[in-house]
T-cell receptor, first 114, second 114 residues
Framework: SQTIHQWPATLVQPVGSPLSLECTVEGTSNPNLYWYRQAAGRGLQLLFYSVGIGQISSEVPQNLSASRPQDRQFILSSKKLLLSDSGFYLC?????????????FGQGTRLTVV | AQKVTQAQTEISVVEKEDVTLDCVYETRDTTYYLFWYKQPPSGELVFLIRRNSFDEQNEISGRYSWNFQKSTSSFNFTITASQVVDSAVYFCALSEATGNQFYFGTGTSLTVIP
């Protein structure tokens, strides 16, 4: 069965510090991968999605970047965090080519920038 | 453009009452997918159901039921005999034919009062 791992679960970082959040998927190959952010309140904002290694689509211009160095690894980064980067970050995968059109989410990383 | 609207921001019901969560969507695609997710206080989004645009059959799973009506572009979710464990934020989502992108509503926060 497929599983998705996301870490760390919580993170407190000072303004101006770098960020690296990692997400890995097991049990499938060539999945679509996604990074979402959920700010205070509830809306889910799509940040990046990837349909293959090295293929990254950015949905919102911001202080963040994403990379997919391996098929099942998706990394969210920032060189210098802003206070506005605080939020709940969720990684997800789907595999529409194999019929898994729904997205499955990791447990999330709660980031607080201080 | 795709859009999902969940007009109900917050709902409170007393335990054992039935409750319906509304979802209205917009899309120009003839093939698309609709989803419901539950987000308990822990934060992880839990997949509940997927519906294909060509399948308008309603579905029942235990106390949960879903009413998909293409004529009104709605995909409503009913919880029968609500329980305290149903307290969560519920998201409706849409993906287009390729399944590469998901569009989420803003969520409905459901509180079930014992």
């Amino acid at each position: 069965s497929q599983t998705i791992h996301q870490w760390p679960a919580t993170l407190v970082q000072p303004v101006g510090s770098p960020l690296s959040l990692e997400c890995t998927v097991e049990g499938t190959s060539n999945p679509n991968l996604y990074w979402y952010r959920q700010a205070a309140g509830r809306g889910l904002q799509l940040l990046f999605y990837s349909v293959g290694i090295g293929q990254i689509s950015s949905e919102v211009p911001q202080n963040l970047s994403a990379s997919r160095p391996q098929d099942r690894q998706f990394i969210l980064s920032s060189k210098k965090l802003l206070l506005s980067d605080s939020g709940f970050y969720l990684c997800a995968w789907s595999h529409p080519l194999t019929g898994n059109t729904e997205a499955f989410f990791g447990q999330g990383t709660r980031l607080t920038v201080v | 453009a795709q859009k999902v609207t969940q007009a109900q921001t917050e709902i409170s019901v007393v335990e054992k009452e039935d409750v319906t969560l509304d979802c209205v969507y917009e899309t120009r695609d003839t093939t698309y997918y609709l989803f419901w997710y539950k987000q308990p206080p822990s934060g992880e989004l839990v997949f509940l159901i997927r519906r294909n645009s060509f399948d308008e059959q309603n579905e029942i799973s235990g106390r949960y039921s879903w009413n998909f009506q293409k004529s009104t572009s709605s995909f409503n979710f009913t919880i029968t005999a609500s329980q305290v464990v149903d307290s969560a934020v519920y998201f409706c989502a849409l993906s287009e034919a390729t399944g590469n992108q998901f569009y989420f509503g803003t969520g409905t926060s459901l509180t079930v009062i014992p």
